[in-house]
């Protein structure tokens, strides 16, 4: 089977910063494909080359087999998007909008109104109300409703949840698993760690770069050391005393603990304890913790 | 088609759900049309005179009828003492009197001339000039009559007639220029906010991506502020003809066809402007600005070309605002056809046409 997005070496230069720098990875058909990395990392000028917004400065795309550059219009009838910002027409109702976009792409939502139903369904109370009006999960799922009702081939998510509450984030991601049973590919990303097992396969990408393309499983069966959470009163003093102390291999916060991974393979707990508290660190809490893809991240931007 | 319609229709309920945009398109002409009729006049109207007629024969009584019957008196005694009139004029009860001295038709049959005294209250002096002058054009009126039927050279004092516009009217130099004000502000600014408006609030980008043609986005967004655009037209010129009394004296098809045509030119203008830019304010302040400020500069609404430094004068020709105005002039007042106007015609389309290649050419695909 074919790759549903094969980039190339591609290469966005927006005059003297290299948004997007030599980046190649491909999407399978029917996968749900994440871009994770933090704001700024080029995954909006990715997003917008590969759904012909913007002309790549170097290397290639395809989308369903499609060229970015050359066959632009035979991709925009073909794919759907949905850009960062929440984009539809404020003014307009729920349903005005999702006609206005259905009879844009010469279609209705009742030819396909099975792909939208499950998530039509709860935005049906408010059809009347304007789009304005809503509340960010609401308008997200709208925005999803009109980007789907073309039944498009490939889906283009460019950070989809930021700015939704967390109820509404994990909805629309059970919903992106529902469309994925729809055989429709979808290309997501976003800046949450924590939202990146939710994909088949990611893309760790940091300053225009990828720094891994791989499932989310693998990513963090490739981490090499256990990892601890510690936890002290003074985080502060704790984060500065791990940064010094010459049995740690790494150490950075991670929420409201601090992760560290050792030098020895056997790590003497009760000996960085007693190494702590003769630091004057009071109330340590000191235990084994699972790796996340956001430890590899930071691993991964460390190397 | 479907598409396009859709679209069209989206834009209506754009511009129909904003309050603002719509007390901006339907409320500015009007409250032009009103504070350029009324406020900003020197129009005097149903100003309320004396007049004491000593003489009491044909001549005054002629004069007389032909003072009250102008719109812009209002007679209210005719027979009034000295001491009377002054008290009247103190109280602010009456603006001016006009006073015939006995025997006025014998001294003007026999003389050749005769004198009519007239007082005007002066605390207001726009007001006096205006008043005595309007009764002075009466006065010459009626002298004119005489000259006519008799061959006895009465004295006649040199006239200042306005050409087309016999009653001092204020109403034909400004309405011609408040359309083209109108028009260039509705279409120019509106088209240009909102296609500016879908590319700040990312609605673009889906646009962009969709089988609908870039090119075909822009049409539609333009057609809404057409129509809108001549129902501006209609209305400014039903509060001509039935609020200033100014008739339309020429074809008004064709007027309506040159309105049509420098509206695309202003939506042309709005696209190009919009092209260029990325953000509302700025569009707005380009479309202010850079079209409006010139369009009253140099379309000779406001202050005469004639009397610019002859570079200006120059420039002057590039503003369509121009054009248009000299058009809607000759039509509506002068009541010219086309034969008299095809040349400014001729070059309000060149300059439309010229905006159009460069619009569309300039005109992207893409986000950049």
């Known amino acids: 089977m074919e790759a549903a997005v094969i980039v190339k070496d591609l290469t966005k230069v927006y005059g003297e910063t290299t948004a997007v720098d030599a980046v190649s990875f491909s999407v399978n058909q029917g996968e749900i494909f994440g871009l994770i990395g933090p704001d700024g990392a080029g995954k909006t000028s990715i997003f917008r080359v590969l759904t012909t917004l913007l002309l790549p400065d170097g290397g290639s795309a395809t989308v369903d087999g499609f060229d970015v550059v050359e066959d632009y219009s035979q991709i925009r009838s073909r794919v759907g998007y949905m850009p960062g910002k929440f984009s539809l027409y404020q003014d307009l109702s729920v349903e005005e909008n999702l006609n206005f976009f259905a009879t844009l792409f010469n279609t209705t939502i009742k030819e396909n109104y099975h792909l939208i139903k499950d998530i039509y369904v709860q935005l049906e109370p408010f059809k009347t109300r304007r789009a304005g009006k809503l509340s960010g999960g609401m308008k997200q799922k709208l925005a999803l409703c009109c980007a789907l009702i073309h039944k498009p081939t490939v889906l283009f998510l460019d950070e989809p949840t930021t700015g939704v509450d967390p109820v509404s984030r994990k909805e629309f991601w059970e919903m992106l698993k529902q469309l994925k049973a729809q055989n429709i590919t979808i290309v997501v990303s976003t800046p949450y760690m924590d939202e990146a097992n939710l994909c088949d396969r990611i893309a760790l990408i940091q300053g225009g770069k990828i720094l891994s393309v791989n499932t989310p499983g693998n990513i963090i069966k490739a981490y090499p050391n256990q990892l601890y959470a510690i936890k002290a009163d003074n985080m502060h003093a704790l984060l500065k005393i791990l940064n010094g102390y010459d049995e740690v291999l790494a150490s950075y916060a991670f929420g409201e603990f601090a992760h560290a991974s050792f030098k020895n393979k056997t790590v003497d707990l009760e000996g960085v304890k007693s190494y702590l508290t003769k630091k004057e660190l009071t109330g340590i809490e000191l235990k084994k913790t699972g790796t996340t893809i956001e430890d590899s991240f930071i691993k991964l931007l460390k190397d | ?368």
């Open chain 2, 1 to 368: 088609m479907k598409q396009f319609l859709v679209f069209i229709k989206k834009e209506f309920a754009h511009v129909l759900r904003d309050r603002k945009t719509l007390l901006i398109l339907f409320g500015m002409p009007v409250v032009q049309i009103l504070i350029f009729g009324f406020a900003l006049t020197n129009e005097v109207k149903n100003s309320r005179i004396v007049v004491m007629d000593q003489a009491n024969d044909a001549a005054s009584k002629e004069i007389i009828t032909k003072i009250g019957a102008s719109r812009y008196f209002d007679i209210v005694r005719t027979v009034m003492s000295h001491q009377q009139m002054e008290d009247a004029f103190k109280r602010g009860d009456i603006r001016m009197a006009v006073i015939f001295p006995a025997g006025f038709n014998n001294d003007l049959l026999h003389q050749n001339a005769a004198q009519i005294q007239v007082i005007a209250d002066a605390s207001d002096p726009n007001n006096a000039t205006t008043l005595t002058s309007y009764v002075g054009s009466i006065i010459q009126d009626y002298q004119a009559q005489l000259s006519k039927t008799s061959k006895v050279p009465y004295r006649i004092q040199p006239e200042i007639r306005m050409l087309y516009n016999p009653q001092l009217k204020g109403a034909p130099n400004f309405v011609p220029g408040v359309m083209a004000l109108v028009l260039m502000l509705v279409c120019v600014m509106m088209t240009a906010v909102s296609i500016v408006k879908e590319k700040e609030t990312g609605t673009m980008e889906i646009l962009l991506v969709s089988p609908f043609r870039p090119i075909l986005v822009i049409i539609s967004k333009a057609i809404p502020y057409l129509l809108l655009s001549l129902i501006n037209v209609a209305s400014i010129l039903l509060l001509s003809v039935f609020v200033l009394d100014l008739p339309v004296n020429g074809n008004i098809l064709l007027l309506f066809a040159e309105s049509t045509l420098f509206i695309i030119t202003c939506l042309t203008v709005g696209i190009f402007i919009s092209v260029k830019t990325n953000s509302q304010q700025v569009a707005m302040l380009i479309s202010l600005m850079g079209m409006l400020l010139p369009t009253i500069l140099f379309s000779g609404f406001m202050f005469p070309i004639e009397n610019m430094p002859v570079p200006l004068q120059w420039f002057s020709n590039i503003i369509p605002a121009k054009w248009y105005y000299i058009i809607v002039k000759d039509i509506m007042i002068k009541g010219l056809g086309f034969n008299a106007i095809w040349k400014e015609t001729l070059i309000l389309s060149g300059i439309t046409v010229a905006l159009l290649i460069v619009s569309l050419k300039s005109f992207k695909i893409r986000l950049s």
